[in-house]
């Protein structure tokens, strides 16, 4: 069974990837990074119901940590079949107010763990001239938003990743994929009041909010695919249609 590492992955939409593909077999290594209680919460929940996942801190932002990672999941495992990278953050705020450390920080959690977790593992896929990333970004890494400035760039900045590193590795048989969710019914869009909520469901074709399982179920079949690379798949309800 395929080896995957999913960061970010204790919470929202990374939780779903993890417990949805722990019961379809997967080996699965839940990284986080401090929401330690919510991984133990999530590999012992699986526990109970006969489904084992490894969980691992690391701040992806850090490339030693990461390749500590890395190294973890080789030796365990061998072969990292399938990298996700979910890991990341979000702020609200007006441009000209966000201060120089929010940008940094947005940047290396959002982007540069990208950069840290995809070159850590594909030695390992290079070897075995198979593997499979998947990134995901944001409809505001395509669109962008308003007062969201710093998240739009980071996201976007997967988005280019993405393309580029497919037709890089496209000849070593590693596929690189992006997937760009709209609005999602997870804790990171928490801070939305009922009437920002039902603007938005507004302006979506399918009047309605996504769910955490759209995107894994997403995930899955790129898992099972063998020819589609360096495309960035937007699951939004229409959101983003020009």
Same mark, same amino acid.
């Given at each position: ?21 722990? +019961? ?24 109970? $119901? ?5 969980? @691992?801190?690391?701040?992806?932002? #850090?490339?030693n940590?990461?390749? !500590?990672m890395i190294? %973890? ?5 061998n &072969? ?5 990278? =979910? ?6 705020? *007006? @441009?000209? !107010? ?5 940008? !940094? =920080?947005?940047?290396n959690? =959002?982007? &540069? ?12 896929m290079?070897?075995? #001239? ?22 739009s ?9 993405? #393309?580029a590193?497919?037709?890089?590795m496209? *000849? ?21 009041? !009922? ?6 469901? =507004?302006?979506i *074709?399918?009047? +309605?909010?996504?769910? *955490?399982?759209?995107i894994? #179920? $997403?995930?899955e ?5 063998? %020819? ?5 798949i937007s ?8």
């Amino acid at each position: 069974m395929k080896t995957v590492i999913v960061t970010g992955g204790s919470k929202g939409i990374g939780k779903s990837i993890v417990c949805g593909l722990a +019961k379809k077999g997967y080996n699965v290594i839940l990284n986080y990074n401090k929401s330690q209680s919510e991984a133990t919460f999530i590999q012992e929940d699986l526990k109970k $119901c006969g489904f084992y996942i490894d969980i @691992f801190q690391s701040d992806v932002s #850090k490339k030693n940590q990461v390749d !500590d990672m890395i190294k %973890y999941v080789i030796d365990k495992y061998n &072969k990292i079949d399938v990298l996700i990278n =979910n890991a990341g953050i979000s702020q609200i705020k *007006p @441009f000209l !107010d966000i201060e120089e450390y929010e940008w !940094d =920080n947005m940047i290396n959690v =959002n982007l &540069k763990s990208v950069y840290n977790t995809s070159k850590a593992v594909l030695p390992n896929m290079l070897k075995y #001239k198979e593997g499979l990333i998947i990134n995901i970004s944001s409809i505001w890494g395509i669109i962008g938003a308003s007062c969201e400035v710093h998240y739009s760039t980071a996201k976007a900045g997967m988005i280019g990743f993405t #393309k580029a590193l497919a037709k890089e590795m496209g *000849p070593s048989n590693i596929r690189v994929n992006g997937i760009a969710p709209g609005i999602i019914d997870t804790d990171m869009n928490n801070d939305l009041n !009922d009437k920002e909520k039902k603007n938005i469901i =507004n302006n979506i *074709p399918l009047e +309605k909010i996504g769910k *955490p399982e759209y995107i894994e #179920k $997403c995930i899955e079949w790129l898992i099972n695919d063998e %020819y589609t690379t360096g495309q960035i798949i937007s699951i939004d309800g229409g959101w983003g249609i020009n």
